[in-house]
């Protein structure tokens, strides 16, 4: 094996990916993947954490596959595999959880976020434990949403990964398994786990815009432009854009839905196209139908490429089947490693 740094960062398998995914995390992935030893999975188990859907559950982990492979995550440079498919994470993720407390489990904001979801209870600031421990069982937080930030730090320590590109949503886990990897090597006095750091990018952190007006892309806000979206459908849904009533004076500030239709662009078109948008609003001449018309141009020059890949990766049954086949090979052999290593640590030996 060569000494690179080990790189490693996870996707949940639910839904399609878009242009946030896209530039917040699979286009560095690309970029990565030559000068890192970079490990890329789909979360399928912490998928299940949230929506049971045996049916979806398949489809979506192979959508994101094909996703990551036509966005040219390249499976002889990275490692591609499926969580699923390593079942040493399993068994670590219940070693691990001796070490771990519910206290820390319920206070992660992640946590609290989402088991007022599965509770179907507003954010009013109280404390959610009592709801949580006195709920009947059709309206359940269920245990291994408590967990998933255990899953999360095995996935990574169980590579012993170096560095963890993931979003601002993810730090909180990426502390907790800084902190459970420190637990375990103290309290067996080992020097078993490195302590994984998020990957700085440099340069400024992008935040991708969603077309409503306010606030990032995101999956549950509706706002999103898909990689794989259909050329008529991805121009309809730039064209319905929301914009503003259009400068009233020279020089007005940018109102927050038209900035961030010039931070799409920004992502997307060539420095002079911005510029000469930036200038018409600013000497009022601007036309909103324009600069949509030159926007959904521009995305679809780094989307449709990307779609026509992902159409013929999605179906092709054997491919597929052969890059997670030798991903999942590379993954475990790490896994069943340190595995072992934490089973003998722990004192777990056989008798024959
Ligand atoms: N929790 C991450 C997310 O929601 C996905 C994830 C699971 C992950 N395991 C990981 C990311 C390990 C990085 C490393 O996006």
Same mark, same amino acid.
């Given at each position: 094996?060569?000494?690179?740094?080990?790189?490693?960062?996870?996707?949940?398998?639910?839904?399609?990916?878009?242009? @946030?995914?896209?530039?917040?995390? +699979?286009?560095?992935?690309?970029?990565?993947?030559?000068?890192?030893?970079?490990?890329? /999975?789909?979360?399928? =188990?912490?998928? +299940?954490?949230?929506?049971?859907?045996?049916?979806?559950?398949?489809?979506?982990?192979?959508?994101?596959?094909?996703?990551?492979?036509?966005?040219?995550?390249?499976? %002889?440079?990275?490692?591609?595999?499926?969580?699923?498919?390593?079942?040493?994470?399993?068994?670590?993720? #219940? +070693? #691990?959880?001796?070490?771990?407390?519910?206290?820390?489990?319920?206070?992660?904001?992640? /946590?609290?976020?989402?088991?007022?979801?599965?509770?179907?209870?507003?954010?009013?600031?109280?404390?959610?434990?009592?709801?949580?421990?006195?709920? %009947?069982?059709?309206?359940?937080?269920?245990? @291994?949403?408590?967990?998933?930030?255990?899953?999360?730090?095995?996935?990574?320590?169980?590579?012993?990964?170096?560095?963890?590109?993931?979003?601002?949503?993810?730090?909180?886990? =990426?502390?907790?398994?800084?902190? !459970?990897?420190?637990? /375990?090597?103290? !309290?067996?006095? $080992?020097?078993?786990?490195?302590?994984?750091?998020?990957?700085? !990018?440099?340069?400024?952190?992008?935040? $991708?815009?969603?077309? %409503?007006?306010?606030?990032?892309?995101?999956?549950?806000? @509706?706002?999103?432009?898909?990689?794989?979206?259909?050329?008529?459908?991805?121009?309809?849904?730039?064209?319905?854009?929301?914009?503003?009533?259009?400068?009233?004076?020279?020089?007005?500030?940018?109102? *927050?839905?038209?900035?961030?239709? +010039?931070?799409?662009?920004? =992502?997307?078109?060539?420095?002079?196209?911005?510029?000469?948008?930036?200038?018409?609003?600013?000497?009022?001449?601007?036309?909103?139908?324009? #600069?949509?018309?030159?926007?959904?141009?521009?995305?679809?020059?780094?989307?449709?490429?990307?779609?026509?890949?992902?159409?013929?990766? $999605?179906? %092709?049954?054997?491919?597929?089947?052969? $890059?997670?086949?030798?991903?999942?090979?590379?993954?475990?052999?790490?896994?069943?490693?340190? #595995?072992? *290593?934490?089973?003998?640590?722990?004192?777990?030996?056989?008798?024959?």
């Amino acid at each position: 094996m060569n000494e690179k740094e080990i790189v490693l960062s996870g996707i949940r398998a639910t839904g399609n990916l878009h242009l @946030g995914n896209y530039y917040g995390a +699979l286009s560095k992935f690309v970029k990565m993947q030559n000068d890192y030893d970079c490990m890329y /999975f789909i979360a399928d =188990l912490h998928a +299940l954490t949230t929506t049971p859907d045996p049916e979806a559950l398949h489809v979506n982990v192979r959508n994101i596959l094909a996703e990551y492979l036509a966005a040219g995550v390249d499976p %002889d440079k990275a490692t591609i595999f499926v969580q699923s498919d390593v079942p040493e994470i399993s068994e670590m993720y #219940l +070693l #691990l959880n001796m070490h771990v407390g519910i206290g820390e489990l319920m206070r992660t904001a992640s /946590f609290k976020d989402k088991a007022r979801k599965q509770l179907g209870i507003k954010d009013d600031g109280q404390d959610i434990e009592k709801q949580i421990i006195g709920t %009947d069982s059709n309206k359940r937080v269920n245990a @291994g949403l408590l967990t998933y930030p255990t899953l999360m730090a095995v996935d990574i320590l169980i590579q012993k990964a170096h560095k963890v590109p993931v979003g601002k949503d993810q730090e909180q886990h =990426l502390e907790l398994t800084r902190r !459970f990897a420190r637990r /375990f090597n103290s !309290f067996y006095g $080992v020097d078993l786990f490195p302590e994984p750091v998020n990957f700085d !990018f440099g340069g400024k952190p992008v935040k $991708v815009p969603g077309l %409503d007006g306010s606030g990032k892309m995101g999956k549950s806000e @509706g706002n999103c432009i898909y990689l794989v979206d259909e050329e008529k459908v991805l121009r309809k849904k730039v064209m319905r854009a929301v914009t503003d009533e259009g400068p009233k004076e020279p020089n007005s500030p940018i109102s *927050e839905p038209v900035a961030n239709l +010039l931070t799409l662009m920004e =992502l997307t078109s060539a420095p002079e196209t911005v510029q000469q948008f930036r200038d018409a609003y600013a000497d009022c001449s601007i036309r909103y139908g324009d #600069l949509k018309k030159q926007l959904a141009e521009d995305i679809l020059k780094v989307t449709l490429p990307i779609r026509e890949r992902y159409l013929d990766i $999605v179906n %092709d049954d054997a491919y597929i089947a052969r $890059v997670v086949k030798q991903g999942a090979e590379r993954a475990r052999e790490r896994a069943a490693k340190t #595995l072992a *290593e934490v089973r003998e640590i722990m004192g777990i030996r056989k008798f024959y």
